[in-house]
C-alpha cells in the first residue's frame, strides 16, 4: 500500500504568520491534490498539480509538486483566522485497476489565531 | 445543483444492528468511492465503483458491502456493526479520464456504535 507521509500533524499559528505544510511518499504519482476541509464537511479541492516542478499560486496559498511527483509543499503567507481547517493532500496513479482512486495523507490541522 | 447527497448524517447503532448509508451524485459522474475518516488516519477508502455495475475493494472493506444501484446511487452497508466502525463515512464521486481526479465529497454521515 502506498503511503502518503504529511507533516506536521497540527499547526497553530498566529495570524500574520507564514507556513508550510509537506506531503512525502516513496511512490511516484500522476497528480497531487490539495483539498481543505471545515469541521462538519466534506473535503474540497484547491488545487491540482500534474507536472514534475509545478508551482501553482491560488492567492496567498502556494502548491509545489516535487520534481519526481513523489512530495509536494503547500505554503500560505500571511496565514488569516479563515484558513484555519484541515489540509489534506491526496495523491492519483494513473492506469489498471489504481485508475481514479486516491491515497490521502493524514492531514494537517491548521488553527491560526487572531 | 446539488451535488453529492448523503444520508442520514447522525446515526447510532448499537453492536450487531445492521444500516445502509445512501449516497446520491447528480454530476452524471461514472466513478463513486465511500471513504472512512477517523482522527490521524486522513481518509481511507471502504470501496470504490468506476462505473455502474462494478465494485471493488479498497483499503478497509471488511465489515463493509456496497451497492451501486445505479449512476447516480451507491450505497454503503454494515452488516453487524462494531464498535470499530465509529467514524465519519464520506462518499465522493469524480468523472473519468486524465484530469477528472478531482473528487466531490458529500457532508459526511457521523456513525456511533456503542
Known amino acids: 500500500t502506498q503511503l502518503l507521509e504529511q507533516s506536521p500533524q497540527f499547526l497553530s499559528i498566529q495570524e500574520g504568520e507564514n507556513l508550510t505544510v509537506y506531503c512525502n511518499s516513496s511512490?511516484?504519482?500522476?497528480?497531487l491534490q490539495w483539498y481543505r476541509q471545515e469541521p462538519g464537511e466534506g473535503p474540497v479541492l484547491l488545487v491540482t498539480v500534474v507536472t514534475g516542478g509545478e508551482v501553482k499560486k491560488l492567492k496567498r496559498l502556494t502548491f509545489q509538486f516535487g520534481d519526481a511527483r513523489k512530495d509536494s509543499s503547500l505554503h500560505i503567507t500571511a496565514a488569516q483566522t479563515g484558513d484555519t481547517g484541515l489540509y489534506l493532500c491526496?495523491?492519483?496513479?494513473?492506469?489498471?485497476?489504481?485508475?481514479?482512486?486516491?491515497?490521502f495523507g493524514q492531514g494537517t490541522i491548521l488553527t491560526v489565531h487572531p | 445543483n446539488a451535488g453529492v447527497t448523503q444520508t442520514p448524517k447522525f446515526q447510532v447503532l448499537k453492536t450487531g444492528q445492521s444500516m445502509t448509508l445512501q449516497c446520491a451524485q447528480d454530476?452524471?459522474?461514472?466513478?463513486m468511492y465511500w471513504y472512512r475518516q477517523d482522527p490521524g488516519m486522513g481518509l481511507r477508502l471502504i470501496y470504490y465503483s468506476a462505473s455502474e455495475g462494478t465494485t471493488d475493494k479498497g483499503e478497509v472493506p471488511n465489515g463493509y458491502n456496497v451497492s451501486r444501484l445505479n449512476k447516480r446511487e451507491f450505497s454503503l452497508r454494515l452488516e453487524s456493526a462494531a464498535p470499530s466502525q465509529t467514524s465519519v463515512y464520506f462518499c465522493?464521486?469524480?468523472?473519468?479520464?486524465?484530469?477528472?481526479?478531482?473528487?466531490?465529497f458529500g457532508p459526511g454521515t457521523r456513525l456511533l456504535v456503542l
Open positions: 491526496a495523491g492519483a496513479r494513473a492506469g489498471g485497476t489504481s485508475y481514479g482512486k486516491l491515497t
Open positions: 465522493a464521486s469524480s468523472g473519468t479520464g486524465i484530469g477528472q481526479e478531482t473528487q466531490y
Open positions: 454530476m452524471n459522474h461514472n466513478s
Open positions: 511512490s511516484v504519482f500522476s497528480s
